[in-house]
């Protein structure tokens, strides 16, 4: 599994984030991934900013493009929106296997998900009952003789029973699929 403290940081990335830090909007574990100097330089920049100064009325042009901005994002606010930062990365009960849930369509059951599996993960045997999409973003994934590098994509019909999944290198893969039912191995008993 890849340790989440480490995620690169822009430098832009950074100063958001500490300068949430210093306003005390973060949880502790997203201010736990962060460097304790920089948040301490963004809380001293803070604390100057609590200095009394007299009230100035803003232009009225400025109000006005305020006000259409917030209407904007209001408009174009997302259905779903998951960051680097939220975590949210949950055991799957199989070992060496998480996934992070990114979104669920309740129209159509359809889920969006990341999976992380590591060197060497075997994920079992397991029937489609719907579509799957899968890109792989990092790493491999195998089942039988097929095998998918980074970047590749391949799409699993609904119906197909899918053989076991496997990794050498361990992989983050961007899937987007239904509902999927575990199948006993061929031969195993039952």
């Known amino acids: 599994m890849s340790d989440p403290k480490a995620i690169p940081l822009t430098d832009e990335q950074l100063a958001e984030q500490a300068s949430l830090a210093a306003l005390d909007f973060l949880s502790p574990g997203e201010l736990a ?3 304790r100097h920089v948040v301490d330089q ?8 609590a200095v009394p100064v007299a009230p100035v009325a803003p232009p009225p042009q400025l109000r006005d493009r305020l006000m259409r901005r917030v209407a904007d994002y209001q408009e174009l606010q997302p259905a779903s929106e ?3 930062f939220d975590g949210g990365w949950r055991a799957t009960g ?10 669920h369509d309740r129209k159509t059951g359809m889920f969006t998900q ?4 590591e060197p060497g993960a075997r994920y079992p045997r397991h029937q489609h009952f719907d579509d799957e ?3 792989v973003l990092k790493g491999d994934v195998r ?5 998918y590098l980074e ?4 799409t699993t019909r609904a119906g197909i029973v899918h053989p076991t999944l496997e990794t050498r290198q361990g992989n983050l893969l961007l899937i987007i699929s239904g509902h999927n039912e575990f199948l006993p191995e061929p031969g195993a008993a039952s």
């Open 33 to 35: 991934l962060l460097p």
């Open 42 to 49: 963004y809380r001293e920049a803070a604390a100057l900013l």
């Open 82 to 84: 998951v960051r680097t």
């Open 94 to 103: 199989l070992p060496g296997i998480d996934f992070k849930p990114l979104y």
């Open 114 to 117: 990341l999976v992380r599996m």
């Open 133 to 135: 999409q899968c890109l």
């Open 143 to 147: 089942w039988g003789e097929a095998q």
């Open 151 to 154: 970047g590749d994509f391949v």
